[in-house]
């Protein structure tokens, strides 16, 4: 986990509305190792969610530089940094963000498809990623047929479809409750250990923090300090009683 993946380097953002100025980061420097689990933590408008949309590309920076795998976000046009993000990056949300007309293997396979791939072959890797995640015999249930659990599996399998280089995820076990956010934090664990996974997680569990390798905290648009974690699976009950 030497190498850098991702690099942040005196990054600010800056939301102006009217006569109103919103300092949301303030000179940001970070590095992201590849294979290595990051967890963002801090209280409630420190700019958490913030950083994680900067260093994806789907916010531009104000100022600094973010760059991905030696790219620099900022001197990509819109369509070579939606390009990047649909080839090299995944993202988790705490919402799921599933499409409720379609079955899990459409909503995995839909990226693809967008992406250009060839339907059998978009259909052959979505099958295999929800497999990846314990759905493979849920391939044809629509969200609603599927539990809050199974939701995130999806979602999960769907950011892994194309093979990222990195995952992004925003409370990625916000909604569930404690067992079956073990089950999604132990899920991510395997899938970071057995193919080198990187993950930047935005959270406010103290347990999922604990979990990954590094711990970033955030106050008020910068980073306080970066402590190290144990690097695996925790318990959650252990930190939520």
């Known amino acids: 986990m030497d190498e850098a993946i991702v690099q942040a380097r005196r990054v600010t953002k800056v939301y102006e509305t009217g006569r109103l100025r919103l300092e949301a980061l303030k000179g940001i420097d970070l590095d992201v190792r590849r294979?290595?689990?990051?967890?963002?933590v801090g209280p409630s408008g420190c700019g958490k969610t913030t950083l994680l949309n900067c260093l994806s590309g789907l916010d531009d920076v104000t100022s600094g530089a973010v760059t991905l795998e030696g790219k620099d976000l900022a001197t990509?046009?819109?369509?070579e940094r939606t390009k990047l993000r649909s080839r090299r990056m995944g993202f988790v949300f705490q919402s799921f963000n599933l499409l409720p007309v379609l079955t899990a293997l459409e909503n995995v396979e839909l990226p693809l498809l967008v992406a250009g791939v060839d339907p059998r072959v978009a259909k052959r890797?979505?099958?295999e990623a929800l497999e990846r995640v314990g759905l493979g015999g849920h391939v044809g249930h629509k969200p609603r047929e599927l539990s809050?659990?199974?939701?995130?599996?999806?979602?999960i399998a769907r950011s892994?479809?194309?093979?990222p280089a990195i995952v992004w995820a925003d409370e990625p076990t916000g909604n569930l409750d404690t067992e079956t956010g073990q089950e999604i934090l132990d899920l991510l664990h395997e899938l970071n250990r057995k193919q080198g996974q990187t993950y930047v997680i935005v959270t406010h569990d103290d347990a999922i923090a604990a979990s990954c390798h590094r711990i970033v905290h955030m106050e008020s648009g910068r980073i306080r300090d970066i402590q190290e974690g144990q690097g695996q699976p925790v318990e959650l009950a252990a930190f939520r009683r």
């Open 76 to 79: 990509l046009a819109d369509l």
């Open 35 to 40: 294979g290595e689990m990051v967890a963002v």
């Open 125 to 127: 890797r979505s099958q």
């Open 160 to 163: 892994l479809v194309n093979e």
């Open 148 to 155: 809050g659990g199974q939701q995130q599996r999806v979602t």
